[in-house]
């Protein structure tokens, strides 16, 4: 078996020592001497998967340490927010009642409201797929309630995840309309979400690509993502003038979302600087890791692992 290089003490507790101590967050540059100058150990898989365990956390990545850092480094320091899952489910007194208890049982946060006058416009804003029928249904709650997820860490994204989306189904299966996820701005009616839970419970882990990522931001210059951060990684971004004439980005998005959340793992880890290709005939990607400065860092979309831009392989 070849051997793996394993830091001792851990890069990433050297790294939010150098952090704390400085009171900023560092810089590239800081960061790339603090791991050249860390002592670093070749040992087997099985030993490092081990200090793995008794650590509670993946060490940052040697081979890429700039965007992996930022994958611990909220979590290390407590400088900056961490993801938070945030359900909106409209429905009526039953609903808001079942809601309370159950996310008391579950250790959720729960805040209630009373009928909101733009909620069917904010579904459609959300996802124009909408039936005028879920639409009108939707506009005659009286009751809504807005489940809250602790804050979590990238490693804890996945059943975080899981958990709110089946948190959701139970919901919607005693009274509620409709899911829009404040978190990432996407909604859902209710056999739609329901659909995408029973696909998870049969291990699908894109299905929960589908319940709380939204692929089709565009601002004036861009297209991005906004939610890879309630699944723990970062999100995706691409100039608009990096794409070829006519090119359908939403397509690329959830093709390279699709691949990151089944195959990319610590075993064979996505870095920045990989290139990517939706299908043998389609354009080559190289992606280059970069922070998020999309949206302010206390805002919910705000995604703490930073985000891939895309740029064309044989760019410099």
Known sequence: MNPVPVFIPPLATLLAKAEL???RALTATEVEAIR???VCLMKSADERDLLTEARGFRDVDAADWWADW??????????GYRPKIVLCVPGDDAMADTALQHTTDQHLECELSSNHPRMARAFRIANATLSEEELEEISEHTRVA????PNFNADDAEAMARRLLETGAFLLEHGGLGIK?????????RATWLTIAASARNGSRSALLSAYVNFNVQREDEFSTCGMHLLGRPDLIVAKSQLPEGFAVEPLFRAFAAYVMEECGPAKPLRSGDTFRAEPQSPCWRLLWEPCTS??????SFNCFGRYRFLPADSP
């Open 181 to 189: 996820q404040e978190s990432s701005g996407v909604a859902h009616p």
């Open 21 to 23: 101590s400085a009171n």
């Open 295 to 300: 949206y302010a860092e206390d805002d919910f």
């Open 70 to 79: 930022h994958r611990l480094r909220v979590q290390l320091t407590g400088r």
């Open 146 to 149: 807005y489940v809250l997820s």
């Open 36 to 38: 050249d100058q860390a």
